[in-house]
């Protein structure tokens, strides 16, 4: 069974930092992309960054200047470090990670239970 769990949410006060953790456990062949999203009441989620195995990242156009998505290939985590938060940035994170249980199965993707990041003014 595969978890992704995350981490490091938390109230930080506008213009400060956060850094968003997530391991993925369980059995797993490759993890070819991580990424997080992110979901503010009442809307859609959205992509706010990912980054593939061999490194390639894609942001936000909100984000991109602000945050930086990294990831431990050995510890099977990523992270997401957040800076200069607005309450703009406030709302549920999800990791995600689309993965081989098998070297022979397809990519299926799973989702974390996310994290709450608010931003206060």
């Known amino acids: 069974q595969v978890q992704l769990v995350e981490s490091g949410g938390g109230l930080v006060q506008a213009g400060g930092s956060l850094r968003l953790s997530c391991a993925a456990s369980g059995t797993i062949f490759t993890i070819n992309v991580m990424g997080w999203y992110r979901q503010a009441p009442g809307n859609q989620r959205e992509l706010v960054a990912t980054?593939?195995?061999?490194?390639?990242?894609n942001y936000a156009d909100s984000v991109k200047s602000r945050f930086t998505i990294s990831r431990d290939n050995a510890k099977n985590t990523v992270y997401l470090e957040m800076n200069s938060l607005k309450p703009d940035d406030t709302a549920v994170y999800y990791c995600?990670?689309?993965?081989?249980?098998?070297?022979?199965?397809?990519?299926?993707?799973?989702w974390g239970q996310g994290t709450q990041v608010t931003v206060s003014s």
């Open positions: 980054i593939t195995s061999d490194g390639s990242t």
């Open positions: 995600n990670a689309k993965l081989r249980v098998r070297s022979y199965t397809p990519n299926f993707s799973y």
